[in-house]
């Protein structure tokens, strides 16, 4: 990373599997880059799988559909998402993602404040 310049290179950022079961890769997080306030993943979701339902007492989360095709559970709402699509997850609201194609489900996850294991709270 260019430290002066908040310059995360996507290429190099390892994946692991998050709390909820999803595998992301933290472009931007306090805890390895100069982000304050907010985190930056790339999450994936393979064919077939689905997260498991959680909420977030403290976070706000936006997804940003990549690619794929999925079903997602936001409270007691479940409806289609697909590339291009935003989901605004406020806290408090239960939710969870199921990859319903035959593609990866790829998107964007921006956690404000930064994503922590300890705000996530599964159901």
């Given amino acids: 990373m260019t430290e002066s310049a908040g310059v995360s290179r996507g290429e190099k950022v390892s994946a692991y599997v998050t709390k909820d079961g999803s595998t992301i890769r933290e472009l931007m997080?306090?805890?390895?880059?100069?982000?304050?306030?907010?985190?930056?993943?790339?999450?994936t979701?393979?064919?077939?799988?689905?997260?498991e339902a959680h909420y977030h007492q403290v976070t706000e989360e936006f997804y940003f559909i990549l690619e794929g095709q999925g079903i997602m559970m936001l409270g007691d709402e479940h409806f289609a998402v697909g590339p291009g699509d935003t989901v605004c997850i406020r806290p408090g609201i239960r939710h969870h993602i199921r990859n319903d194609g035959d593609i990866n489900l790829k998107f964007l996850c921006c956690c404000s404040p930064a994503y922590s294991h300890d705000d996530t709270y599964l159901l």
Wanted: net charge negative.
């Fill in 29 to 43: 997080h306090p805890d390895h880059t100069i982000a304050k306030q907010q985190s930056l993943a790339e999450a």
């Fill in 45 to 51: 979701v393979a064919p077939g799988e689905i997260t």
